[in-house]
């Protein structure tokens, strides 16, 4: 599990100070915001540049093994099958407000069963390394 909550309180901090402005930070795309809209989870946290709107978190995938899933946001459903079901992936959180765009990359981890030759399929999770 990588925790980006170190950066992004750095990021907030600089909005706060006026050192970084509100459109390099509050710059979700409109396909982000569709994405929370259809695909994320309403969190108990409200944003912390508006403070308008309870976040949403959306949840990445990206890996080899997924082919045209890549790069598509899933559901905590969907990704509690995908473990389950698929080779070794990665999970890219993001919280996302729908109201001033505010977006943040919260934290990655790998989800699946790395296949080894011989053994049954086992599940695990570890910290994606970058
Ligand atoms: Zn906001």
Redesign the pocket.
Known sequence: MVDYSLRRRAVLADVHAARTGLLEV?DATPYLSRAATFHGEVIEA????????R?ARVNYVYGDGLGTVAGQAKTAAELARMDAMQEEFAVYEVEV??????NHLDCSYLLGSEPVPGQPRRTRRRAVTD
Do not use: I
Not at 46 to 53: E, G, H
């Open positions: 509050c409200s944003c912390p540049v508006c403070r308008k709107q976040l407000c729908r109201s001033c765009g505010w």
